[in-house]
């Protein structure tokens, strides 16, 4: 069974930064897709950034395009997410996910982390 576990979060000004991590185990192929996911308070959880491990496609959405890094080291099986630049509306619970195959952006995540809380306040 696929296990993932997400750490780095915290609580940061606007204009700070942060990098989260994302530590997968129990994989049985390598060609599999991670994502981060965002769930803002009294919002859905939405797709942020994902990357493939064989072809290394990644895709940001237009809220954090041009201020967030995905980056991934297959050997460790970890990804990670590095964000600049942070504003108040990036602040929820960051989860990260996980697919076999190499469909990014939105391929159907079967494996779930337990989430990181974001806060970025003033």
């Known amino acids: 069974q696929v296990q993932l576990v997400e750490s780095g979060g915290g609580s940061v000004q606007p204009g700070g930064s942060l990098r989260l991590s994302c530590v997968g185990s129990?994989?049985?192929?390598?060609?599999?897709?991670i994502g981060w996911f965002r769930q803002s308070p009294g919002k859905k959880r939405e797709g942020i950034s994902c990357i493939s491990s064989r072809e290394g496609r990644t895709w940001y959405d237009d809220t954090v395009k041009g201020r967030f890094a995905i980056s991934g080291d297959n050997a460790k099986k970890t990804v990670y997410l590095q964000m600049d630049a942070l504003k108040p509306e990036d602040t929820g619970v960051y989860y990260c996910?996980?697919?076999?195959?190499?469909?990014?952006?939105?391929?159907?995540?079967?494996?779930w982390g337990q989430g990181t809380q974001v806060t970025v306040t003033s």
């Open positions: 996910a996980a697919e076999y195959g190499s469909n990014c952006p939105d391929p159907d995540y079967d494996y």
């Open positions: 129990g994989f049985v192929r390598d060609n599999y897709v």
